[in-house]
């Protein structure tokens, strides 16, 4: 037997020691790489009762209605800056309101809730109306500023400058009722698309509410 022959076996044990601890040290990248990954390809949704879902069903109804009173007075209406105002209402509102009806099916949750209008507003300190199960329908709607029938129908019913001026008052109250939702979800959400929406709805309407008072004033509108 060669006197070399012992002094190789313990280099050979060390050699695949050595390559057993780098491969198993590279599952462990591999595997934590993984799952780092998994977790940032599969971020959690809104949930049933978040505040992005309540503002998502909420601000598509509240829109719903917007573009429906924006299309009537689009329709008569012979003041040109109302006209234009009218149609950028009505476009970009029916926009943000498929864009929330698309978020609800991404998050698989229902388009609607057996929840009280604006329940999901009621953490918002600042922005919060109260108890809504203590509230009616019709009040809850009142209180995101939405237009009743007799209104709609007043607004249907009017020509020329009147319905100018219904038109201008409804939209003013409506908008008004929106601003504190869109503020509320910035608040009290997490998802950055949805709080990016509601931005820019504070930043677009304030100055639609601008533009709508300026107008009133200038029909000589009574409040």
């Known amino acids: 037997m060669s006197e070399d022959a012992p002094v190789a076996r313990p280099a050979v044990r060390w050699v695949v020691v050595a390559l057993v601890a780098v491969a198993v040290i590279a599952v462990a990248f ?3 790489r993984f799952t780092a990954f998994g ?3 599969a971020p959690a949704h809104p949930g049933e009762n978040s505040a992005e879902a309540g503002f998502a069903r909420d601000m598509q109804v509240h829109h719903t209605q917007a573009v429906l009173m924006a299309m009537e007075i689009y329709r008569k209406t012979d003041d040109d800056e109302l006209r234009t105002l009218s149609y950028d209402i009505a476009t970009a509102q029916s926009g943000q309101r498929g864009e929330m009806y698309g978020w609800l099916v991404q998050w698989g949750l229902p388009q609607s ?4 209008l604006m329940t999901w507003m009621e953490k918002s300190g600042e922005h919060s109306h109260g108890d809504t199960a ?3 329908q019709e009040q809850l709607l009142a209180e995101m500023g939405m237009a009743t029938d007799a209104q709609l129908d007043e607004l249907r019913s009017a020509q ?3 319905a100018d001026c219904v038109f201008l008052r409804l939209m003013i109250r409506h908008h008004e009722g ?3 939702m869109a503020q509320a979800v910035i608040e009290l959400g997490s998802d950055a698309r949805v709080k990016e929406v509601a931005g820019a709805i504070v930043t677009g ?3 639609e509410l601008d533009a709508m008072r300026d107008i009133q004033s200038r029909l000589s509108c009574s409040a």
Not at 113 to 116: A, D, E, K, N, T
């Open 160 to 162: 020329g400058q009147p």
């Open 205 to 207: 309407q304030s100055a």
């Open 134 to 136: 203590a509230l009616t």
């Open 30 to 32: 591999a595997v934590g």
């Open 39 to 41: 977790a940032t390809a």
């Open 113 to 116: 809730s057996s929840q009280p």
């Open 178 to 180: 929106a601003i504190p």
